[in-house]
Antibody, heavy 120, light 107 residues
């Protein structure tokens, strides 16, 4: 059974860079036809897709975040990562990693989520 | 950019009620729409994909319909486990925009 697990610091100061890693188990990140993505959810609010990556390195990002986001993949570790720079309090959220098929396909697997708080 | 709206934002219902949630897209998305259920403190769970296809393991009391820009999620007989927030998501393009959510709570 596919499992995704987020890891990374839970507390950041404004202007710092958020770095999270998603470790995939029970499957291979190199599986053809699947993208690996990040979604965030501010406390008490809705879901916002951040971006996704294919094992080859092909990425696409939410235009509203594109200037601050980098998603990368490490196939040797079966992991993919998120970097979001210049964070502010508005970036406080639960961050989920997830899997979806090539467009058009929905998200079919999610990590449990990790809360990242931005506070001075 | 495609925008997604949902109505109502909150719905109060009783066990056994038939519940309908509407999702609208600002542009044509064919049937590339998914519905997710989220309970507090947990990740969303896929219920319906391609507007009307039930994900494996999801109870048959859930159903979806629609195409183009207007979609509905129906729960035929609400069960205690169904009190949650429901989100639609379009996946017609790379923006993957979600609707704002509909919270179903106990009347």
């Amino acid at each position: 059974q596919l499992q995704l697990q987020e890891s990374g610091p839970g507390l950041l100061k404004p202007s710092e860079t958020l770095s999270l890693t998603c470790t995939v188990s029970g499957g291979f990140i190199t599986s053809r036809g699947y993208y690996w993505g990040w979604i965030r959810q501010p406390p008490g609010k809705g879901l916002e897709w951040i971006g996704s990556i294919y094992y080859s390195g092909n990425t696409y990002y939410n235009p509203s975040l594109k200037s601050r986001v980098t998603i990368s993949v490490d196939t040797s570790k079966n992991q993919f990562s998120l970097e979001l720079n210049s964070v502010t309090a508005a970036d406080t959220a639960v961050f989920y990693c997830a899997r979806h098929g090539m467009l058009p396909n929905p998200i079919d697997s999610w990590g449990q989520g990790t809360l990242v708080t931005v506070s001075s | 950019d495609i925008q997604m709206t949902q109505s109502p934002s909150t719905l109060s219902a009783s066990v056994g009620d038939r519940v309908t949630i509407t999702c609208r897209a600002s542009q044509y998305i064919s049937t590339f729409l998914a519905w997710y259920q989220q309970k507090p403190g947990t990740a969303p769970k896929l219920l319906i994909y391609k507007a009307s296809n039930l994900e494996s393991g999801v109870p048959s009391r859930f159903s979806g319909s629609g195409s183009g820009t207007e979609f509905t999620l129906t729960i035929s007989s609400l069960q205690p486990d169904d009190f949650a927030t429901y989100y639609c998501q379009q996946y017609n393009n790379y923006s993957g925009v979600f609707g704002p959510g509909t919270k179903v709570d106990i009347k």
